[in-house]
């Protein structure tokens, strides 16, 4: 397992993020993807904790707050020196019906974090993240009231998950101004089936030093292959979530193939193994059970080629969009002085 530092900061996380949405039992429309109980929450923590994973990431909307039950719970029955593990949750989705039950107020994140707090069974959180972008209230009270919480202890790092780019481009200006606690880290979804993250959001990361903590590697279970042929064999059938484009998942699952044969694999050690080649800080890796977890694993001993990367990046890129394209021809020839040191030639 290899660690890679979180953001503009010295927190060292490891380059699988074992993920616990699949934790506890959720209602509704994710229902599906969930289930797991604490015996079988035991055995993974344990098993990701051998493997040298350090980092786990949970939400209080994660079937209803059962999953930072169960952690908490796992943590403390495998005696997992708090230390040890640095834990991820979030706040910002509703919790309850009423007005004041979400978002990123002042009210509601202090009611939150102490809610996380005691589900935890922690005296502060490694890293608290914004689930999404609150229209509602001023980015000034969600980051003065973020920053207490970092002065207080409750909390050590700030993250953010599922804003556009100039939001958060936004944020970090206004908390450099009014001289808050910035966002370190982006949770946002990136795949091999889904890579629209690379127009706005990954340039934005660099260019301000975020780290990029991806989620659904597997797109929902898509690259795995399991659903091609219209088959129903999984959770995907009733939680489409993430939507993937089938024409241009069908490319990449044909691209994939050949390789995952050369390296003797499986289809998501492929998927995650171009994820890792990618610059990402940490990839979340939701199972549930072990062998799951182990064949996620997998990707560790994986390193692809450049030929590789290259056939697995044009079956899936995105398409250019404005001013994307644009920018790629007037920038081109002092992107390459910049990296070369050379005037190119004029063609």
Known sequence: ????ALGRTGLF?????????????????????????????DAILRRAVDAGINFVDTANVYASGQAEEIVGRSLHSL?????????????????GSGPNDGGGSRAHIVEAVHASLRRLGTDHIDLY??????????????????????RQGLVRYLGVSNWAAWQVATALGIADRIGTSRFQSYQGYYSLAGRDIEREVIPMLVAHGLGLIAFSPLAGGYLTGKYRNGSNAGRRTTVPFPPVDDVRGSAVLAAMDGIAEAHGTTHEAVAIAWLRQRGVASIIVGVKGVDQLDANLASLNITLTTAEMDVLGEAGGPAPEYPGWMLAQSSAARAELLLTGEMPAVH
């Open 13 to 41: 996380v490891s380059e699988l993020c074992l993920g616990t949405m699949t934790f506890g039992q959720a209602d509704g429309r994710y229902a599906a993807a969930s289930g797991v109980g604490q015996e079988a929450v």
């Open 1 to 4: 397992m290899r660690y890679k």
């Open 129 to 150: 993240q914004m689930h999404g972008f609150d229209p509602a209230t001023p980015i000034e009270e969600t980051l003065r009231a973020l920053d207490d919480l970092v």
């Open 79 to 95: 005696g997992i020196a708090r230390k040890d593990v640095v834990i991820a949750t979030k706040f910002e989705h509703a919790t």
